[in-house]
């Protein structure tokens, strides 16, 4: 079964500074998609970036960018100029079609900004 | 974009009611949607998977008596917790999956319900 692991329960960063939130899974697949999710105080779960396995390119999404590493398996997602309102919960998920397509998500990482 | 309404987004009853969550798609029609239960400062813990037209499917440890899922249409799901009793309280989130089970289909969260029971 794939797993996820988010090594890091809580991470925080400075207003305006950039943080980078790890993320590692196990996988034998090689087509998948990863994927990088918000989760406000409000608990709303908000799609941040997603990455497709077969893509070399990282992806970025303006303040938001990847560091996908497929061999080493690898994700983490970087938060350039930190805003307040970055601060969140943020969970990595994979999902490959050897889990039916479902989602499996990480652990979760606090992320708290300081004004 | 594709939006998931939840409802009710919070609700307090006494234990031994039985509560119904719905979930819509509004904009779109879900073939699939997941229920997933969320602890305080925990991940989302995949409940079922449900899908139109036919049984849905639970995760192992997930009492199907206890937790009623009915898929009967394209944009409506439903999850009802019978005899609900203070251990299931928590926060209940569906999620729907865009077309078919291709692996780029986009899968949208509702907002959530927070349960809770007296």
Redesign the interface.
Known sequence: AQTVTQSQPEMSVQEAETVTLSCTYDTSES???LFWYKQPP????I?VI?Q?AYKQQNATENRFSVNFQKAAKSFSLKISDSQLGDAAMY?CAY???NA????T????T?LMVKP | GAVVSQHPSWVICKSGTSVKIECRSLDFQATTM?WYR?FP????M?MA?SNEGSKATYEQGVEKDKFLINHASLTLSTLTVTSAHPEDSS?Y?C?A?VGG???????H?G??T?LSIL
């Open positions: 087509d998948y998609y409000s608990r709303q779960m799609l997603r497709e969970f999902r490959g079609r039916g397509n479902m989602l998500f990480g652990g979760g606090r | 997941f969320q400062k925990q991940s989302l995949l998977t926060f989130i999620s999956r089970a291709a692996l780029n289909q986009p899968q969260f907002d959530g927070r």
